[in-house]
């Protein structure tokens, strides 16, 4: 069995500020950060940048959630410019120097980057482990947060290849976590 890797995505001010449940998603990944921290799994830090706009490099909005974990010097952040994690950064390479197969994905918005990053990790052959009860998205014109998030599990939980696997887990079931937090469910 491979290395784990916790990652976290788009936890960023501008991000996080309409949320559905973002106080209590930000400290289910808080807890995931501080286990992951105490069993050394390495933790990689997504954050989305864009030319203009809140989300533009340096802006508040672009900064991390100041709610979230900061990052240690030791972990990585990843810049990115597209939903996918994957897309024109170094994320895979980071990833394989560190000899990971295996990714727990939390962050936002669930049905835009979370999604695309789970994809894209499952086309790269990297087993997959969103975690449901830390990852979230805010309401849209035609459907609401939590039925967002209950469409993109049932969707993911379909994914099926003979190199990779595609897993829904609370963060109370992962067992690097087992008896670390308790949880409630998004939706």
């Known amino acids: 069995m ?77 810049f990115k410019r597209v939903p996918n994690s994957f897309s024109h950064t170094a994320l895979k390479q980071t990833l394989d120097k560190q000899g990971v197969t295996q990714l727990y994905i939390c962050g936002a918005q669930t049905e835009y980057c979370v999604d695309s990053t789970c994809r894209g990790a499952f086309d790269l052959d990297y087993d997959v482990t969103l975690v449901s009860d830390a990852h979230t998205t805010n309401d849209a014109d035609h459907l609401s947060a939590p039925r967002i998030i209950e469409h993109v599990h049932e969707t993911l939980k379909n994914f099926w290849s003979p190199n990779a696997k595609i897993r829904l887990k609370k963060s109370t079931e992962l067992d690097w976590m087992q008896s670390e937090i308790k949880s409630e469910p998004l939706i």
């Open 2 to 78: 491979g290395k784990s890797a916790l990652m976290i995505i788009d936890v960023q001010t501008a991000v996080m500020e309409e949320s559905y449940k973002r106080d209590k998603v930000i400290d289910n990944i808080n807890h995931l950060i501080h286990r992951a921290r105490g069993q050394q799994i390495p933790i990689i830090y997504i954050q989305h940048e864009s030319e203009e706009g809140p989300m533009k490099k340096g802006e508040p909005g672009w900064k991390l959630h100041p709610g979230l974990e900061t990052p240690l010097h030791q972990e990585v952040t990843i």
